[in-house]
């Protein structure tokens, strides 16, 4: 199978933060891997900007160090790589000041798309915006990117809104979430609303319930202090698995177009019921002799989660009375990102052997592997009479695509090309990203206003205690975490 690559349109694309390790390690190399597979046009250009001194070549240097190590041997072609580097410009800009925006504003092509990427903290947003039209850089038709987090409560993100919404029109803001450019979530859709099969099941009437996991075998590795500040829910559930359970919930769009796809997450978010104590429990990674969360997070008193589990209703006609269980954490068994969705037992078995029947389980991964598994029952081989038995019918993209399951985009190369071709589909919206904190603050606030400690977990275990007890209480179990 040979996938088509469109070339985009020509650009340039400034990368605000261009030194950091975001632009390093996904950003550079993921442009870099478009120029490779040919979808770069002849004069599409990248910008570097920071704070540090340096000269195109200085950071071409750094561009090439940067693909030295995080592009796979094989991708690294010599004349690509020259080619690549030749498109990269840098320009010395604080974001504060008002040094380097005239230089910045000269050195952009004329009437080609521009789009500016904000990958710096987000309290230099404002500064950005406010520059790049004040210097009559960015016009109506500029985008810019911004990356998580996207605020750390309601009021902050609605302050950011603000600040952005002063200078771009929502249409030109791109908010991303990284996880909305993995194949698999976007194939999510396509086989809910390309397919027959499932919808016409896709409710509560047989659907039992859905886990989405989220799970990491690393702990905050170096980003303690930042991880502490904000733990597992604004971390991963607000965002992240937020949008999972919004793509596995909405109702069909009327077009797979970025506003009718997003008003019908909105709905979700909306639908969600506010989650009260006995549903939710937090965990923290405990080590042999005082070692663990407290000591990586370098706060021997944080009560930061570094796991949480919940159980969170969808109060509309489609989903009444079907759960949907998240958990996410670090220092797990495995690593893993999953939704399983799991069916109800048919209305009557004709078959005595009930000990052999199994729900129908749907579960698709997001990593390692990408793929999904379909869970059916079929009768035992053999002469033993009619046994049942339980068998996946697995595809995993690297196997049934070839090298175009192994080859796929990275998330960050996807959502790129997608701001240049004006696609907001897989961006966050404005209201929805409020709506989502609208919701996770009453969770946040409840929990800070109290005294009790996470629940500790073993390292390289599937998580506290009581998140088992979560399921257990329903009849339900979560699958295991290999
Ligand atoms: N790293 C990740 O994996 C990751 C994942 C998701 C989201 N993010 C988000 O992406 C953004 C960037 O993260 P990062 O990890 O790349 O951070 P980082 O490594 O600390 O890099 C920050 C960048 O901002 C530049 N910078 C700092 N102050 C500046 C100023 N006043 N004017 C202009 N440039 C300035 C820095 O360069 P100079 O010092 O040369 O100015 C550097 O290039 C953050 O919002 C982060 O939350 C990162």
């Not at 309601?154 to 990284?178: C, G, M, V």
Request: hydrophobic fraction near 40%; glycine fraction near 8%.
């Amino acid at each position: 199978m040979v996938s088509r690559v469109i070339p985009v349109e020509p650009f340039d694309l400034v990368i605000f933060g261009a030194t950091g390790d975001l632009a390093r390690r996904k950003i550079l190399p993921g442009l870099y891997r478009r120029h490779l597979a040919g979808q770069l046009p002849d004069n599409a250009r990248i910008i570097g900007a920071a704070r540090s001194e340096m000269d195109d070549a200085g950071f071409r240097d750094l561009a090439l160090k940067a693909l030295e190590e995080f592009v796979a041997k094989n991708k690294r072609v010599q004349s690509d790589i020259d080619a690549f580097l030749a498109r990269l410009a840098y320009v010395a800009i604080d974001a504060t000041g008002e040094g380097g925006w005239a230089t910045l504003k000269e050195r952009m092509q004329p009437d080609v798309i521009r789009a500016f990427y904000f990958s710096v903290a987000p309290s230099l947003f404002g500064d950005i915006a406010e520059r790049l039209c004040l210097h009559g850089i960015a016009g109506p038709d500029s985008r810019i990117v911004v990356e998580k987090p996207f605020g750390r409560d309601l009021a902050t993100a609605k302050a950011l809104n603000k600040i952005l919404a002063t200078h771009f029109a929502e249409s030109q803001i791109y908010r991303i979430d990284h996880y909305l450019g993995k194949e698999t979530v976007q194939n999510l859709m396509a086989v809910r609303f390309a397919n027959i099969l499932f919808e016409p099941l896709w409710n509560a009437q047989y659907i039992d319930h859905v886990q989405i996991t989220v799970a990491e075998t690393v702990g905050v590795e170096g980003r303690g202090s930042y991880y502490d500040k904000s733990g597992a829910i604004r971390d991963m559930v607000q965002n992240h698995m937020m949008q999972l359970l919004c793509l596995i919930a909405m109702e069909p769009p009327y077009h797979f177009d970025p506003d009718a796809v997003r008003d019908e997450k909105l709905k979700v978010i909306r639908a969600l019921l506010p989650v009260g104590p006995e549903d939710i429990v937090r965990g923290q990674y405990a080590g042999r002799k005082g070692e663990g969360y407290l000591k990586d997070s370098e706060n021997p008193a944080s009560r930061t989660e570094s796991y949480v589990a919940l159980k969170v209703q969808v109060a509309n006609w489609r989903w009444q009375g079907t759960p949907f269980y998240l958990r996410t954490g670090k220092k797990l068994r495995g690593r893993a990102s999953e939704i399983a969705i799991t069916f109800k037992e048919p209305p009557h078995s004709i078959f005595d052997d009930a000990e052999g029947w199994r729900e129908n389980q749907l579960v698709i991964r997001l990593q390692p592997d990408e793929g999904m598994n379909l869970k059916v029952m079929i009768k035992e081989p053999g002469p033993g009479g009619m046994r049942l038995t339980q068998v996946p019918l697995d595809m995993s993209f690297a196997e049934a695509l070839g090298d175009e399951g192994t080859d796929m985009p990275d998330a960050y190369e996807r959502l790129i090309m997608d701001v240049i071709r004006g696609n907001q589909t897989l961006f966050m919206r404005g209201d929805e990203v409020e709506a989502a904190w609208a919701w996770t603050d009453p969770i946040i606030n409840a929990w800070e206003a109290r005294t009790e400690r996470p629940q500790a977990y073993d390292e390289g275990s599937s998580g506290p205690e009581d998140a088992l007890m979560l399921m257990h209480r329903d009849g339900r179990r979560w699958r295991e975490i290999r």
